[in-house]
């Protein structure tokens, strides 16, 4: 899986005790996919696990600490930087938060807990809709 040209991420879906997900709305400024609604994710670190960097991405992105419960499925989709096609491989990972209290980056960007019937109350895009229902079917 490790071919130049490809890159790893890693998804952490938050489920709390009531079976909501929390969902970060993205800052206008992100140059992918701004402001649409989905999980904390992102590039793993050289030789970090994807459940390592699951872990990380979702503190740099909520200020939430969490435990993956377990891996609830794979995604995969192709981006272009600068012209080059690229591989995206992440696997998704259902965690529980240890703490409260979300902490966004940036003050365009919202965060809200909502239920499985509530998701498409907010503009989340299919692919996210994807990774949150790999979560709910093993759940």
């Not at 005790?17 to 800052?27: H, I």
């Not at 080059?84 to 003050?107: C, D």
């Given at each position: 899986?490790?071919?130049?040209?490809?890159?790893?991420?890693?998804?952490?879906?938050?489920?709390?005790?009531?079976?909501?997900?929390?969902?970060?709305?993205?800052?206008?400024?992100?140059?992918?996919?701004?402001?649409?609604?989905?999980?904390?994710?992102?590039?793993?670190?050289?030789?970090?696990?994807?459940?390592?960097?699951?872990?990380?991405?979702?503190?740099?992105?909520?200020?939430?600490?969490?435990?993956?419960?377990?891996?609830?499925?794979?995604?995969?989709?192709?981006?272009?930087?600068?012209?080059?096609?690229?591989?995206?491989?992440?696997?998704?990972?259902?965690?529980?938060?240890?703490?409260?209290?979300?902490?966004?980056?940036?003050?365009?960007?919202d965060?809200?807990?909502?239920?499985?019937?509530?998701?498409?109350?907010?503009?989340?895009d299919?692919?996210?809709?994807d990774?949150?229902?790999?979560?709910?079917?093993?759940?």
């Amino acid at each position: 899986m490790d071919i130049p040209g490809d890159r790893r991420l890693a998804a952490a879906v938050v489920m709390d005790g009531k079976q909501r997900v929390l969902l970060v709305r993205r800052s206008e400024k992100e140059r992918f996919l701004p402001r649409v609604w989905g999980v904390p994710c992102g590039k793993l670190e050289p030789g970090e696990s994807p459940e390592d960097g699951a872990l990380r991405e979702l503190k740099e992105e909520t200020g939430l600490l969490g435990e993956v419960v377990r891996k609830v499925g794979e995604s995969s989709f192709v981006s272009d930087y600068r012209g080059h096609e690229i591989k995206n491989w992440q696997e998704n990972f259902l965690v529980r938060p240890l703490s409260e209290g979300v902490t966004l980056p940036e003050p365009d960007q919202d965060a809200r807990w909502l239920g499985r019937s509530e998701l498409t109350s907010v503009e989340i895009d299919a692919y996210n809709l994807d990774i949150v229902s790999q979560a709910y079917t093993e759940s």
